[in-house]
């Protein structure tokens, strides 16, 4: 099976590697669009801010590649968020693969930090990627900007307010949360994306 994760200007590409070779993985990091089109899974992280990355991956015609993939595609944190239609982050257009937008958190209380940052509860689960989920798992998050619940909702956490913690369509994924940094349960997570 190829795996290739998607290079660019991101910032967790190796904790996404090394999560994939301890499940037995070998990815290949890469910017080249054939490798990509004939990849069984693409993995799209990212770390980073919006409007950079987007004005990156437009340079490098990246942003039509990964919209035109046709396998599996996962897309981690601001991976998810560039999927989108639009983010407040640096008013940026995206890739807007889920037809939805990306807001920041606006904290209501004083115990309101932003960035959300640490372990947090998946709830209301429904993917192919929760595949074996009989309760509410701790994943972990790092994120100020957030996508509201919508139709692509696959899975929810609550912080400030209930948000969407990953997203389903097609054949496109993607999770807020870093599966390569929530130990056993992000592992699973990973092994159901590769096995999809």
Not at 132 to 151: A, D, T, W
Not at 158 to 173: Q, R
Request: glycine share 6%; with cysteine; net charge negative.
């Amino acid at each position: 099976m190829k795996i290739a994760v998607v290079k660019y200007n991101a910032g967790n590409i190796y904790s996404v590697d090394y999560a994939l070779k301890r499940l037995g993985v070998e990815a290949t990091i890469t910017s080249d669009k054939e490798t990509l089109m004939s990849a069984d899974k693409v993995i799209f992280p990212g770390v980073g801010e919006a409007e950079t990355t987007m004005n990156h991956l437009r340079k490098n015609r990246l942003d039509e590649v990964i919209k035109n993939l046709k396998q599996p595609v996962l897309g981690i944190c601001l991976g998810m968020q560039l999927m989108c239609r639009h983010s407040e982050e640096g008013n940026a257009d995206c890739l807007g693969i889920f037809d939805t937008d990306v807001k920041l958190f606006c904290p209501t209380r004083h115990e309101d930090k932003v960035p959300h940052m640490g372990w947090n509860t998946l709830t209301h689960t429904r993917s192919d990627l929760f595949k074996g989920f009989i309760k509410e798992e701790f994943v972990y998050f790092v994120h100020s900007f957030y996508v509201p619940l919508n139709e692509f909702t696959a899975a929810q956490t609550d912080y400030i307010l209930p948000y969407s913690s990953a997203l389903h369509k097609d054949n496109f994924y993607a999770t807020q949360f870093h599966p390569e940094k929530s130990g056993a349960v992000g592992e699973r997570i990973l092994r159901n994306f590769l096995e999809l």
